[in-house]
């Protein structure tokens, strides 16, 4: 999704990361969501994984239970909010796909288009995987960098800026700089009409410091890659006309059985949290361009 080489490399290898939870996840009897695709785009992750798991403790069930608890429950929240979300819009588009089996496994109606966008390298990967595999939708690939011009691909493969749409950010603005942020929320708004829905998750500011620090001890495989930090979500969408609904994994609605604690309260400042938003599109609410 970046530009830089090393910074995609990265990126790629978390694509990898969330396919093996996946997978782990779609093993379990009372697994959140279906996806028999994950464990072929993982690759060699999961094994590695679960060596890498196998030395916290003894206990690996317990151990994969609380790693990939977040996965599937992002997951499944963004399912929902995808299967919700197309009885009124006829045209997502998912940016970062990664390794995001969603056009072969989710049941669309007739006739969604899911628009994937990514670079090209990570697309043809999935693409020879899934090659044999019918997409339950009308799917398209958009090979592009997401902070060069992924736009003028998306308008000629059909994508309408006059009916509603739904956009998927799931796993992607904390890895972008800042400026990148503001600069990929703002083509979204100009690309979507009133009535139009959006869904991505957050990770709050001190994450990201988090993030940094596991950057200089060389741990975190992920969260070292971090670089954007949002503590209000909802505040920083209104921004761009969305009206957002922002809910913390652990909370009613984004739990699914998996969570027996409580998540860090929000009036809290300066805690480690991670928020799901959706949101929809409604341009009187805009505060400042």
């Known amino acids: ?48 994984l679960l060596e890498r798991w196998q030395k916290v ?19 499944r929240f963004y399912d929902d909010f995808l299967m919700s979300a197309q009885l009124l819009a006829s045209q997502v588009v998912i940016l970062g ?19 994937e966008v990514d670079r090209p390298e990570v697309l043809d990967y999935k693409n020879s995987i899934l090659q044999d595999v019918p997409a ?17 691909s998306l308008l000629s493969e ?37 009535g139009s829905f959006l ?7 001190k994450s ?11 741990r975190g495989r992920v969260l070292r890659h971090w670089q954007f930090g949002c503590d209000r979500p909802e505040d920083f969408l209104l921004n761009y006309g969305w009206d957002a609904t922002v809910v913390q994994p652990g909370e009613d609605g984004a739990n699914f ?7 860090p309260s929000r009036v809290v400042p300066g805690t480690r949290q991670v928020f799901l938003v959706t949101a929809k599109k409604n341009s009187s609410v805009i505060l400042m361009q």
């Open 1 to 48: 999704m970046l530009s830089d080489d090393r910074t995609q490399n990265a990126i790629s290898h978390t694509a990898l990361i969330v396919a093996a939870k996946r997978a782990i996840e779609h093993q379990r009897s009372d697994r959140l969501f279906d996806d028999p695709f994950a464990a072929l785009l993982a690759a060699d992750e999961i094994p590695v």
């Open 57 to 75: 403790g003894d206990d690996l069930t317990k151990i994969k239970a609380k790693r990939t608890r977040f996965i599937a429950v992002r997951t």
């Open 97 to 115: 796909a990664g390794m995001d089996a969603r056009a072969f496994r989710l049941p669309w109606c007739n006739p969604t288009c899911v628009y």
């Open 136 to 152: 339950k939708c009308i799917r398209t690939v958009i090979k592009a960098d997401l902070t060069d011009n992924w736009v003028d």
């Open 158 to 194: 059909g994508f309408s800026v006059s009916n509603p749409s739904i956009w998927l950010l799931e796993g992607v603005l904390m890895y972008l700089p800042e400026v990148a942020v503001f600069k990929l929320l703002q083509t979204i708004s100009e690309l979507s009409v009133d």
């Open 199 to 205: 869904g991505a998750d957050f990770v709050s500011v």
């Open 208 to 218: 990201v410091e988090v993030g940094e620090k596991a950057r200089e001890s060389d």
């Open 257 to 263: 059985g998996r969570y027996s604690e409580c998540p």
